[in-house]
């Protein structure tokens, strides 16, 4: 089984762009789509990326994701930070037998 | 629009077992495209993937929890259902119903998508 390593947590002021990170600890990142989830307090999670980096009808474009096999890792870039994109974030993707999410980080817009 | 709902105990005694059962609305678990899941979330924690379905009955379990799990469907009633053995206080958490679709892409590789809709979870408490 593999694991997804996450930041536990990430700041920035509003305006400004800020990457979380998803590194993945055996395998290729490049072989199994990641997904990026967005959860408020109190809600389910939603997919803002999946399959690496499109996003769902209804996701604005400041939303966006990618991988690096250099660093086995992926990444959910967010410009233009608007108060209402502090949530918690998770990553997610899969092997052959198991779907694995990452710890999750908390993203503080301020 | 598909919906999700969990329904089931919020409180399960210790070394009892769990049981929850999701039901579909808007689309049918006998679609062929999708597979349906069981993720848990302990308070204040991530997320965890529990384990999946096919509606043909076909099953997976993660490994650290496959030998307390086991997760069934009802086509005739829309609805799977997930049970959890010997629970201690450490499966207390939200439980989340969720869909996720698998396909074949153009070379023929099987890929997993994204889980798209989920249920608004239920809070299971273990306690005495």
């Known amino acids: 089984n593999f694991m997804l390593t996450q930041p536990h947590s990430v700041s920035e002021s509003p305006g400004k762009t800020v990457t979380i990170s998803c590194t993945r600890s055996?395998?290729?990142?490049?072989?199994?789509?990641v997904q990026w989830y967005q959860q408020r307090p109190g809600s389910a999670p939603t997919t803002v990326i999946y399959?690496?980096?499109?996003?769902p009808s209804g996701v604005p474009d400041r939303f966006s994701g990618s991988i690096d096999s250099s660093s086995n890792s992926a990444s959910l870039t967010i410009s233009g930070l608007k108060t209402e994109d502090e949530a918690d974030y998770y990553c997610?993707?899969?092997?052959?037998?198991?779907?694995?999410f990452g710890g999750g980080t908390k993203l503080t817009v301020l | 629009q598909v919906q999700l709902q969990e329904s089931g105990p919020g409180l399960v005694k210790p070394s009892e077992t769990l049981s929850l059962t999701c039901t579909v609305s808007?689309?049918?678990?006998?679609?062929?495209?999708?597979?349906w899941s069981w993720i848990r979330q302990p308070p204040g924690k991530g997320l965890e993937w529990i384990g999946y379905?096919?509606?043909?009955?076909?099953?997976n379990y993660n490994p650290s929890l496959k030998s307390r799990v086991t997760i069934s469907v009802d086509t005739s009633k829309n609805q799977f259902s997930l049970k959890l053995s010997s629970v201690t206080a450490a499966d207390t958490a939200v439980y989340y119903c969720?869909?996720?679709?698998?396909?074949?892409?153009?070379?023929?590789?099987?890929?997993?998508?994204?889980?798209?809709?989920w249920g608004q979870g239920t809070l299971v408490t273990v306690s005495s």
């Open positions: 969720a869909r996720e679709t698998y396909y074949y892409d153009s070379s023929g590789y099987g890929t997993w998508s994204d889980f798209d809709y």
């Open positions: 808007g689309g049918s678990v006998s679609s062929g495209n999708f597979y």
């Open positions: 997610q993707s899969y092997d052959s037998t198991n779907q694995v």
């Open positions: 379905i096919y509606y043909s009955g076909s099953t």
């Open positions: 399959e690496d980096n499109q996003r």
């Open positions: 055996s395998g290729s990142i490049a072989s199994n789509y």
